[in-house]
């Protein structure tokens, strides 16, 4: 059987993994998002309301 401390280190390491993991995208999203290369940004705004509606042709 693995000791104690030896599964302290393997929950460690996934830890710190995960962690690089979130922090670094992270970090990629702020480089694209100030670069303007993200192409979903214009999807992800919404469009301007007028207040009017169009009636349907359709029946």
């Not at 192409?39 to 169009?54: D, I, N, S």
């Amino acid at each position: 059987m693995r000791s104690a401390t030896g599964r302290l280190w393997t929950v460690l390491k996934a830890t710190l993994g995960i962690g690089l993991l979130a922090a670094l995208s992270l970090y990629s999203a702020s480089v694209v998002d100030q670069r303007g290369l993200n192409p979903f940004a214009a999807a992800l705004a919404e469009p301007a309301t007028t207040g009017t509606v169009k009636a349907s042709l359709a029946r």
